[in-house]
């Protein structure tokens, strides 16, 4: 089993930044397997949307709400990932989870417990 803890949310002006971690921990096998990493965020009352992610070769992935002003970036032991955000905006709120993805036969989804951000405007 992998588990993923984020950390790094909290209260924010619009225009700020913030910069979420997420560390993978538990199973060498499954974590040496994940081929994924990334964030989603949910706002109250919305569905989850995906933010942005980044595979093990390096290859980014980002929502157009935030290309431009957020960063995806990794560890080389593919145990970490972070999230730089700037140029916040209200619109931004919300609960931020870390993702994982492990191919397999079935594949493998890996959520954290989520970090919350807001932006007061």
Known sequence: QVQLVESGGGL???GGSLR???AASGSIFSINRMDRMGWYRQA???QRELVATITSGGTTNYADSVRGRFTISGTNAKNTVFLQMNSLKPEDTAVYY???FRPAIPPYDYWGQ???VTVSS
Do not use: H, I, N, R
């Open 114 to 116: 989520g970090t919350q």
């Open 44 to 46: 109250p009352g919305k």
């Open 20 to 22: 979420l971690s997420c």
């Open 98 to 100: 870390c993702y994982a």
């Open 12 to 14: 924010v002006q619009a």
